[in-house]
């Protein structure tokens, strides 16, 4: 377990593969809150069609933004 932990740390260094979220991610993340509250989902309980959907929904309207 403690293995684990240990790669985690790794992927978080400097040097790592984690980066932070530049301002298209955190527009992403924002289309995407906004999506789910519309059609009133909670995507942490969510069953798989669900999240799909507003996966979708989210990259659409998303990638309509940016044109």
């Known amino acids: 377990m403690e293995e684990k932990y240990l790669r985690l740390d790794d ?15 955190l527009a992403y993340i924002t289309c995407f809150r906004q999506i789910c509250k519309r059609y009133n ?8 069609d669900e999240r799909d ?3 979708l929904m989210a990259e659409k309207n998303f990638a309509r933004k940016q044109i």
């Open 41 to 48: 989902i909670d995507f942490t309980i969510a069953d798989q």
């Open 53 to 55: 959907f507003v996966m």
């Open 11 to 25: 992927l978080a260094a400097p040097d790592g593969y984690a980066t932070p979220s530049d301002s298209k991610d």
